[in-house]
């Protein structure tokens, strides 16, 4: 056991395979000073000594077989990946839209505080997080 930073693993937990190619091992972890296990991903090239460890550890068997890799599906992935793209563009709307104005570019103003609101809007679709077409950014 290394554990020669920080984080002592108590034990872990379902592993599955993170990547297709096994380059990587996604599992539930419980160090110690937490409460209970918390996700995480192992790979032998962790910047960190327990991702080492951990990701050795599950090959060789110790928290049990390690489950096939199953892709994300579309909306998984967009549960994922669109709140916060849809955080950052509304913040660089508002960054952008408070930039024009003290500039004084009333029209990119605008364009900045209607691309703003098309943003806000899109977690009001019955789609959502799914996005078919996101709002165009003001040029």
Known sequence: MMNNDIFYIENAHSPIWATADEAAVNLVVKFKGFSH???F????????????ELYERSVSGEFGPIAEYVPSTPVEIAARDNPPARRRAMTLAISQAQHQEMMGNPAMTAAWKTYYQQVYALDESSDWPIVAEW????A
Request: no cysteine.
């Open 135 to 138: 709002p165009e950014v003001p």
């Open 41 to 52: 991903t192992a790979s032998p090239t962790d910047q960190v000594s327990h991702g080492i």
């Open 37 to 39: 296990g918390l996700p």
